[in-house]
Structure formats: C-alpha cells, structure tokens
Nanobody, 122 residues
C-alpha cells in the first residue's frame, strides 16, 4: 500500500496563508485533503482527480483553498489563503489506490497520511 507523508502545517495568524504538501511513495489515483477539528468528525476539504481536471471543495473553503497535484513527483498540495480560526484542525492527505475519479466520501480512500496540525490564531 502506498505511504503518504504530509508537511507544511504550523501556526499562522488569521488572514495568513499556508501550503500543505503530501508526498506519496508511489503512483496513486484520486487524492484529497481532509481535516479533523477538536471534538469533531473528520470532514473533506478538497479532492482532485488523477488527471487534475476535476476538483471539488467543501463550501467552507471555496475561493480560499486550492488543491493541485504533480503526478511526475507523486505529490498533492493544498494552498490555503485567508485562513480563519475555524480552519484550525489536523489535516490529512488521502489517496485512492487506482481509481481516478475524485469523490468526497472518505471511505473511498485507501491510504492516509499521519496528519499535520494547522492552527490559526485570531
């Protein structure tokens, strides 16, 4: 099974930006970012198809976050702008083994990273 390693989390003030990256140990299908805030369930943030042609975003991050991928490097990134305190969470990278279509249901993803903390101060 492919291994995923996230990087780029940290502490930022409201209105600031962060860029998360996720490196896969091999080829993957569709990929995505999910997040889990304290005391809440894990929710989808953004997903991207294998080709990169299709992307979907949670309503709460539309217009602020951008997901992208580089299949030559087996990486997926999440550019987060105009961050808000409610964006504070552990962010997880996820990947499908071979299915290329981007979907927002987390149970359709086969591999998960260990998570990276994003904290937005007010």
């Amino acid at each position: 099974q492919v291994q995923l390693v996230e990087s780029g989390g940290g502490l930022v003030q409201a209105g600031g930006s962060l860029r998360l990256s996720c490196a896969a140990s091999g080829r993957t299908g569709a990929m995505g970012w999910f997040r889990q805030a304290p005391g809440k369930e894990r929710d989808v943030v953004a997903v991207i198809s294998w080709s990169g042609d299709s992307t979907y975003y949670a309503d709460s991050v539309k217009g602020r976050f951008t997901i992208s991928r580089d299949n030559t490097k087996n990486t997926v990134s999440l550019q987060m702008n105009s961050l808000k305190p409610e964006d504070t969470a552990v962010y997880y990278c996820a990947a499908k083994g071979s299915k290329t279509r981007a979907t927002m249901a987390e149970d359709e993803y086969d591999a998960w990273g260990q998570g990276t903390q994003v904290t937005v101060s007010s």
